[in-house]
Structures are given as C-alpha cells and as structure tokens.
C-alpha cells in the first residue's frame, strides 16, 4: 500500500490528507488558535462535584467547564492530586519519582466527593475535544505518548500492543524496557516498536521524560486555569502514530511547516527524512494532488460508488445513519440475493472509509440491502471488521440485524470533519437577484486599472474558473482578451485556471504569488 500525506499550511489553519494509493482516506483541520487539542495536560480548578452525576465540572479556560466522571479519574488519582500539591508548595524538589510514595489506588466504585472538592487545583489531561455545545472531556489518568512507546506516571506496569503476537517479541520488548524505564513509571509498547533497536527505544523514553520534565518545571509556578504540556500538533501527531515503510511522500506548501516537519522526521525516523517535498507549485496544493475534488464527492450527502451503487449519508445528535443503495447497479445474469451482496461488500469498503474521512463517532447504524443467506451475512460482517481495522480509533461492531442494520460504536474525541460541498450560486450569491453578466468582464479590467495603474504592481495573474480563462484567451494569441489588457496597461497579465473556483469567481495574485486584496 502507498501511503502519501499531503499538507495545506495557510495562516489560520492546517489542512492534512492521509492518501491511500491516492485515495483520499483521512482528512484533518487543524484551526491555528486551538487550545483544547487531545493530549494536552492542564492545571484546571475545580468549579462543581455533583455527587448525582458522580462527576465534576473543571475550568479549564475554556468557555464551557470541562466535564470530569469518577471513571475518568484513573487509578492513581489521590497520587497526582499529593503530587500536584507538593510540587505546588516546593516541597516537590524534582521531576523524578524514584523516591515518591504512591498513595493507594481510589475504590473501582467510590463517589468522587471522596477524591476532589470544589476550588481545588487539579492536573489533568484532555481525552475529547469541545464537541458542538459540550465542553472539554477531561482525565486524571496522565499519559505521555511517544513514537515507539507510551510513558504513564506512577504506574510502574510494563504493557505490551495486543498487535505483536511473537511471544519472544512480546519478551524480548518487556525486559528490555524493564532495564532502561525509571522507576515509578509504566510503560506501554507500541505496535510499531516491534523489532526496534535498544537505542531507538531508550531514545523515545528519554524524550518521554524530558516531557515530564517540563511538565514540572511549568507546574511549580502554574496558577489555574494553565496549559503545563501541549500535546504536539496534528501533522506531528500523524506522523508519529501512521509513519511506516509504505509512507513513500510527505508533500508540504509551507517553508516553515517543511523545516518543522523534516526536523521531526529526524527525530523519529531519520531514514524516512528525504521523503519531504517542498510544493513549489503555481496551481493550490489540494487541486494539483486532486484532493479537493475527492472531498466534493465524499462529502455530501449522496456518496456514490464504483459499481453505480450509492450511499445516503444523514446525521442526527444522538446517531448518525448509512443507507446502502443499489441504484442502477443490476447484472442480469446474477440473482438478487447475489447482487446485494455484492452491493453490500463494496459498500462496507466506503462506509469503514467515510467513518475514517469524516471522523465519525459515537451510535452509527448501517442500513445494508437485506441478505437472506446466513453465510452471506457472515461474509458481509467479516468483511466490515476486517475494513474497520485500519481504523486507529476505538470502535465496536455488531454482526447484521435480522433486520439488516449494522451497529458501529466508534470513538468521539474532537468534532466531526464536515465540509460543505454545496456551493452558494455563482451568480446570484445566493440573494436570488443577478449582476448582468455583460459587466463582468469590465468589472475585471477595473480592477487590473487599479492594480496596475493606482497600485502600481509590475504584474498580475488573474485566477480564475476554466470556462472563464478560456474565453479570455481565445483567439489568436494577439486577438485575445488577456492580450488586449496586457497592450493597454502596459504590464505582464497571466490568466491561471482553477478548477476549484466558483463559475464567476476571479482573484488577483502579485509576482510573489501573494492574493491581492481588491
């Protein structure tokens, strides 16, 4: 499997796509200005204990408290709570917790006005992002995560990924951790340490512990509410939890984000480090790899598939809802109870695929055609685990209803990815009334005046919708539109397509390829 991510940096956000032999199978928005991002520790101050929800609303500094269940709080709760304390008041002299007594673990079923008061500081971890009108979901349960390993204070328990199934692995992993972990701190080993060396491995703890290290430094004078550690950004993220041999490029838009990208390679795999490409190009990032259009046809409502079957796509609060269309998908030649099949065999492929790209969570309920065969059942179950695990959140799933459904559970931890595919009118900018469409050609040569004449630029592209840039370079090359403004104002004029604008949609970009503001 090829394995490309392509990364769209623009000064208030970064956009990434995971590509699967260029098809487009993850896509996150990272907004520049967000706080709240899972992973990320903070000293929050406790506003409510509600003893009938057995759980605690912290502020954080958002504008919503965080929501904190007692199942939340983690074994080692009263142990972080003493820690926080000490390290608050100087009595804490040190990150290492070689020396430090755990206290005992809190009761599996006790009330948390056991464990916390109101005004109290506490240090905690985000476990959901804020979600439509619901704020932070919150953790006692500190973790620190790592290329090859996860570093959990206090625990002192080495744990091994399910997915390494060599016993002698499995082995091997434990002692060698047990010799190098300090003490008073667990570990779990990720599936990706599998045959990693000891250096490589020593490597990824040490700068687990630095974390921790920092941690301290920023808790000893942190007042409420504080973000003490920021888990790294999503592109990082991503690398570090996907980066494997198939990944063959990683291209990025950004100087800044090119060099901050590479250097992380360095950190983590510096044999995957020349795989890093710096887009040089004229046409956006997303247009040239075609990911935008990927992202017009997977987001609407109506996906359609490859055979001429579709899915409906509707979302609710309390669940989200697939139905699984044939449409004018029918072989003569096969049955009806084989041709749903296999309807419904593609269609597990692009619903496990459409969780994935839109960061599905919570209830989903697949509405696949009925199959009255048990073995095809089975067939079609199977075939929605095995596509679901290459899902990296935590799901469930429940073999067909009699009636045909399929009940997903998946993970929530930050909001649904939705993009509008629907675009406002063209003409009418959605008011219902439109600019006579003789003027725009005009409207456009008043703006180059401007431009070129007033603000004195020595050149100009002019982007815009193919249809347009085709009638204003028709002609013979002296003839043309594009040549006529070009004699007129006496400047270099290039007209760029873009496939992604709007029909009568135009910008103006400078020699440096910067949009000039009209």
Not at 263 to 269: E, R, S, V, W
Request: glycine fraction near 6%.
């Amino acid at each position: 499997m090829n394995n490309e991510l392509i990364i769209d940096s623009t000064p208030s956000e970064v956009v990434i796509a995971l590509l699967n032999d260029k098809r487009l199978v993850e896509l996150h928005r990272e907004r520049n200005n967000n706080n709240f991002s899972v992973g990320d520790i903070y000293l929050g101050r406790v506003k409510k204990v509600m003893p009938g929800l057995n759980a605690a609303f912290v502020d954080v500094g958002y504008e919503k408290d965080a929501f904190l269940h007692y199942l939340d709080l983690g074994p080692q709760a009263n142990t972080f709570n003493k820690y926080t304390k000490l390290v608050q008041t100087g009595k804490q002299s040190t990150s290492n917790l070689m020396y430090f007594k755990n206290e005992a673990d809190i009761e599996k079923d006790g009330k948390i006005g056991n464990v916390l008061n109101a005004n109290q500081q506490i240090l905690i971890q985000i476990a959901k992002e804020p979600i439509s009108t619901k704020g932070p979901r919150i953790t006692t349960e500190i973790s620190l995560a790592g290329r090859y390993l996860v570093l959990i204070p206090f625990a002192d328990k080495i744990s091994v990924s399910q997915k390494i199934k060599t016993t002698d692995e499995k082995n091997r992993l434990k002692r060698l951790i047990q010799s190098i972990k300090p003490k008073n701190f667990g570990v779990i080993i990720r599936t990706v340490a599998e045959g990693k060396s000891v250096a490589e491995l020593d490597a990824d703890l040490n700068d687990l512990v630095n974390k921790w290290n920092t941690c301290y430094e920023a808790l000893k004078t942190a007042q409420p509410p504080f973000k003490v550690l920021g888990e790294i950004d999503r592109t990082s993220a991503m690398l570090r939890d996907l980066l494997n041999a198939s990944f063959n490029s990683i291209h990025v838009n950004d100087a800044a984000m090119f060099e901050e990208v590479k250097n992380y390679l360095h950190t983590i795999a510096p044999e995957k480090e020349k795989i890093v490409k710096l887009y040089k190009g004229t046409v956006p990032i997303f247009d040239n790899f075609g990911v935008d259009r990927q992202i017009k046809a997977l987001f609407g409502k109506t996906v359609t598939m490859k055979s001429g079957g579709y899915l409906i796509v509707e979302h609710t609060e309390a669940l989200h809802v697939i139905d699984v269309n044939s449409g004018n998908r029918a072989k003569s030649d096969n049955n009806q109870e084989t041709n749903a099949l296999e309807v419904n065999l593609e269609a597990a492929v692009e619903v496990a695929r459409q969780l994935r790209l839109r960061d599905m969570g919570g209830i989903i309920v697949v509405d696949f055609i009925d199959l009255h065969n048990a073995e095809n059942r089975k067939m079609l179950y199977d075939k929605m685990k095995e596509e679901m695990s290459k899902d990296r959140a935590k799901h469930n799933i429940l073999p067909p209803s009699k009636f045909g459904l399929v009940q997903i559970t998946r993970q929530r931890v930050r909001p649904e990815m939705n993009v509008v595919t629907v675009e406002k009118c063209p003409a009418c900018g959605g008011s219902g009334e439109v600019q006579a469409s003789i003027l725009l050609v005009d409207q456009i040569e008043n703006n180059l005046r401007y431009i070129l004449k007033e603000q004195n630029e020595s050149g100009v592209t002019l982007c815009v919708h193919p249809y347009l840039e085709a009638y204003l370079t028709k002609g013979f090359f002296f003839n043309s539109i594009r040549r006529k403004w070009s004699k007129k104002f006496g400047k270099s004029i290039k007209i760029r397509p873009v496939s992604s604008y709007h029909f009568l949609e135009y910008r103006f970009l400078n020699k440096s390829e910067d949009e000039i503001k009209i």
